[in-house]
């Protein structure tokens, strides 16, 4: 039987809340993470999932290109309603 850590030493392994390290197993991330009653232990030789969060800035400021698409919405060429 492999050895398991808790997700509390995982966590402090891996620099990560414990909080996110019971997402990661709850997600099916961490890969050989059991369930024990209320805790999560892990492989000890498990390694941390990559990163999943978008870094590329492509959604960097899309909400200020909504509205302005939605304030043009009623207006058509030259000032003139739809």
Request: with cysteine; proline share 5%; charged share 30%.
């Amino acid at each position: 039987m492999p050895d398991y850590i808790s997700a509390i030493d995982t966590a402090a392994k891996w620099g990560i809340s414990k909080r996110r390290v019971a997402l990661l197993c709850e997600q099916g991330r961490i890969i050989g993470a059991t369930k024990v009653a209320r805790d999560w232990i892990i492989p000890a030789n498990a390694e941390k999932p990559a990163d999943a969060r978008i870094k590329n800035g492509k959604y960097i400021g899309w909400k200020r290109s909504q509205a302005g698409q939605k304030e043009n919405k009623g207006v058509g060429k030259e000032g003139e309603p739809r």
